[in-house]
């Protein structure tokens, strides 16, 4: 194709100058790819080998790693076994120890309950001391009641018992407990009569007994000093003394009591011992709470002061109002018995003594 031709084609059908010839192009492409593909190839043999090297890498780390693990594990278990031999050793050790002590904790118990049992034996328990106790105070309380009738001090002793058992806290003692409420609350319903009061007043009677005036020792009042008489004549002097001793011969009393017996000065002692003794027996009769014997006794006593001793001192008065006041002083007609409570208490301690006592043993049979 010429030039002109060449001018005459139009642009879009102008020749591809640039593309190769088809047999040229195809074989081209052919040598692209192959070198592409060996490319890739080196690329993939570069990126294995690197790969296989640090598979291999990995591998040794991971086998050192493994080793030296191993050796450690290897020396720990070693260790290990060294110290579980010697712990068996002390566990050994610890074993025997432990025997040994417990034979010895084993006698020390045995021992420590012989000694319990032997104190047991020997001292008594806190409950039996208490009911000892208990006991002893209701004793008490029943001598004063019984001999001298002191309601105050069988009242406390009582109240004080209660206290003790109070503190006891146990079932078994709520019987004891009862019966000692109801001893105190029989004891409160007394009427309250001073006794020592009684006594006391009796003494001061006593001790006025040998300062008593006897009714025949009266005396007339005394007659008051003279004035110094003014100088008589001879015969006038002489004849007022002949009056005089005439008046001494009589004595005129106008009385308006009964005439007073007379006692010999030997048998005054014996009135005077007599009164006494009177006194005396009232004191014991109200000490042991016996009115009768009491109230007789005062009155007897009474009747000797007023029939045989002068009514008219100040003292016999002051006697004779000390024994009315004795006589009217109210006295219980009988005191309550405190036995209840302790039958209560000795029932309490024989059935402690039981429970505590030892079951008799059976003798072993003969084989035969």
């Known amino acids: 194709m010429s030039d002109p031709d060449l001018q005459s084609l139009p642009r879009d059908a102008a020749p591809d100058t640039d593309r190769p010839p088809a047999g040229r192009g195809s074989a081209h492409g052919r040598a692209a ?49 060294s110290r579980g031999d010697w712990l068996a050793g002390e566990l050994r050790d610890a074993q025997a120890k432990l025997a040994l002590l417990e034979a010895r904790l084993a006698e ?118 003279a004035v110094p008489p003014t100088p008589l004549p001879a015969w006038r002097r002489h004849l007022d003394d002949a009056w005089q001793e005439l008046r001494s011969l009589v004595r005129l009393e106008v009385s308006d009591r009964p005439m007073a017996p007379l006692v010999a000065p030997e048998q005054a002692y014996f009135l005077r011992e007599n009164l006494r003794l009177r006194l005396l027996s009232a004191r014991a009769s109200i000490l042991g709470r016996q009115e009768a014997g009491f109230k007789a006794d005062v009155r007897a006593a009474q009747a000797w002061v007023k029939q045989y001793f002068d009514v008219r001192v100040r003292t016999v008065q002051q006697v004779l109002d000390a024994l009315g006041q004795l006589l009217a002083v109210p006295l219980p007609d009988a005191l ?33």
């Open 108 to 225: 020390s118990q045995s021992q420590q309950a012989s000694i319990e049992a032997l104190y047991r034996d020997l001292a008594p328990s806190r409950d039996d001391l208490a009911l000892a106790e208990v006991e002893q105070i209701l004793l008490i309380a029943n001598q004063h009641i019984a001999l001298g009738g002191n309601v105050p001090a069988a009242l406390a002793a009582l109240q004080l018992a209660e206290g003790k058992l109070g503190r006891l806290d146990r079932p078994q003692v709520a019987p004891l407990r009862r019966a000692v409420a109801r001893d105190v609350e029989r004891l409160k319903a007394v009427p309250f009569t001073d006794i020592g009061a009684i006594a006391q007043k009796l003494d001061a009677v006593l001790a006025q007994i040998d300062s008593l005036p006897l009714a025949r020792d009266e005396r007339l009042p005394p007659v008051p000093a």
């Open 33 to 81: 790819s192959l070198r592409a593909l060996a490319v890739v190839a080196v690329a993939l043999a570069a990126a294995g080998a690197i790969a296989w090297l640090g598979v291999t890498r990995d591998v040794a780390a991971l086998r050192e790693e493994a080793a030296r693990r191993l050796t450690a594990a290897e020396a720990s278990a070693a260790l290990a076994r």
């Open 336 to 368: 309550p018995d405190l036995g209840a409570s302790l039958d209560a208490v000795r029932a309490l301690k024989a059935a402690q003594e039981r429970r505590a006592a030892p079951p008799p043993t059976t003798p072993p049979r003969a084989n035969r």
